[in-house]
């Protein structure tokens, strides 16, 4: 099978619930039924970020595989690089089903997961067993437990675990569905995390992942802490818990965290924002709404280095990611730029 053939039989998934779908379509990769595309990148998408050199800016957030059983067929798709996770110290099952929801009128999901995944040791015990090289990036997604969690004893474990075997790591304080993660964001709790944490000793570099719903005035501190305690960069961002008016899906009242297309403008607001406070200080990787090479090329424009997709692939299929690549490439060459670098945060 062809990623373009993976991406036609995508629409027959949304015939059972989104948990299911999703469940199915990632035992699928993992067999590789989605196949892989050999085709290669524009040389104007190679990107240097985070002292690593990726073959293009297009990964696949954290999330779609949470226990890393997928990693490689992800990366023969075409990503530039693939963050798995989120992981846990402990396995945990998350919250009750149903905790998933489509909103395809709006191309958007609502999630309420709860950092559902296998724990660290599963988590580690398929990392090791990749191949490598690998042909891509691999980032590494580390969260808090829902119960007996101690973020500045469990953020510093779970790094100092993942560290050897991953490019990067990314601390999750943001998920709205753990209960009191998000207070993590706070300026002198998000300094005490860091400072266990102790980024510049790990050997890999390490970025924090931020919500959307920050208060404005919120993210100046936020950055100067990330910069104070050798962050190397910033995810922006999350999932929203806002809603916003325009929503038409019936599932648009459940409760979670809102990704897909509603959550572009606000994203790349932000990122926006945290690229002018940050003055190239931290590399900048935006998530959130993205589905097109155009709106790839907007976060880029608003400072990100680096793009991540998740309820676009979803919805999208595995051929959405060459695609993103071949627009993205015609877009820089339409207006003269030679590499993604060029392009990074002119609309800042």
Do not use: W
């Not at 053939?5 to 067999?31: N, Q």
């Not at 595309?37 to 985070?50: C, Y």
């Not at 990964?59 to 890393?68: P, Q, S, V, W």
């Not at 998350?94 to 997961?113: H, K, S, W, Y």
């Amino acid at each position: 099978m062809t990623p373009a053939i993976a991406s036609a039989l995508t629409p027959a998934l949304r015939l059972l619930d989104a948990e299911t779908a999703h469940g199915l379509a990632l035992r699928g990769l993992a067999a590789g039924l989605a196949g892989a595309d050999a085709t290669p990148d524009a040389p104007s998408l190679a990107v240097r970020a985070l002292g690593l050199d990726f073959r293009n800016p297009i990964g696949l957030a954290a999330g779609f595989d949470k226990d890393a059983v997928a990693v490689l067929p992800l990366l023969r798709l075409g990503f530039g690089f693939v963050e798995a996770g989120t992981v846990t110290p402990r396995p945990q099952a998350g919250n009750p089903r149903p905790r998933l929801f489509r909103l395809t009128e709006d191309q958007a999901v609502i999630n309420r997961m709860g950092f559902n995944n296998g724990g660290l040791d599963a988590y580690l015990e398929r990392l090791r067993a990749l191949p490598r090289p690998l042909p891509g990036v691999l980032g590494a997604n580390v969260g808090v437990n829902k119960e007996g969690a101690d973020p500045e004893r469990d953020y510093p474990a779970l790094c100092r675990a993942v560290a050897p075997l991953a490019d990067y790591v990314t601390i999750n304080i943001s998920s709205p569905n753990t209960p009191g993660l998000r207070d993590l964001q706070g300026e002198a709790r998000l300094a005490s995390v860091l400072a266990a944490v102790a980024p510049p000793t790990l050997g890999k570099p390490v970025l924090v992942k931020l919500a959307p719903d920050l208060a404005d005035d919120a993210l100046g501190p936020l950055v100067e802490v990330c910069v104070a305690a050798g962050v190397a960069g910033l995810i922006i961002s999350n999932t929203t818990i806002a809603r916003p008016e325009t929503l038409r899906g019936a599932a648009k009242g459940e409760a979670g965290g809102l990704s897909g297309a509603p959550l572009f403008q606000r994203s790349t607001e932000v990122l926006r924002a945290v690229r002018r406070l940050s003055g190239g200080r931290l590399v900048l990787v935006g998530a959130g709404g993205v589905a097109s090479g155009e709106q790839a090329y907007a976060k880029i424009r608003a400072g990100a280095s680096l793009v991540q997709l998740y309820t676009g692939f979803a919805y999208g299929g595995p051929a959405l990611v060459g695609r993103i690549k071949r627009e993205l490439a015609g877009l820089l060459a339409r207006d003269g730029f030679a590499r993604v670098a060029d392009a990074v945060g002119v609309d800042a």
